[in-house]
């Protein structure tokens, strides 16, 4: 994500967002020729909650994960996936200890004597 995006969403108000979000499910309903009343009795919501929702008004966030499945839209849900990260500190440590050649075979039988058994 570069730094003008972010700032573009970080300077718009909630109400701003909401209707973005709002437009976003809309569009991609109409690109699939889809009307409100089929989307909102797939997700299991009224259809007056989805209009909600496509104006950009408060709706349970459930309700937008409903939708969202039935639209076949949950890839967006990627940018909330929480991924392991090593910070750069540890990952020198991690380095630093790790193996640069391999060490000769011990003798386990030291100190013994060989019995010529």
Do not use: C
């Not at 349970?60 to 969202?68: A, G, T």
């Amino acid at each position: 994500m570069n730094d003008k995006s972010y700032t573009k969403w970080e300077a718009m108000s909630d109400k701003s967002l909401m209707e973005t979000i709002g437009g976003f499910i809309q569009s991609h309903r109409l690109n699939q020729n889809k009307s409100q009343d089929q989307v909102a009795a797939a997700a299991g919501i009224s259809r007056s909650t989805l209009s909600l929702l496509e104006r950009g008004e408060k709706v349970r966030i459930d309700s937008l994960i409903q939708v969202l499945r039935v639209l076949d839209l949950l890839y967006i849900m990627d940018v909330f996936k929480i991924q392991d990260q090593i910070s750069p500190l540890e990952y020198a440590k991690l380095k630093k200890k790790q193996r640069k050649q391999a060490s000769p075979k011990k003798n386990r039988n030291t100190g013994k004597e060989d019995l010529g058994w």
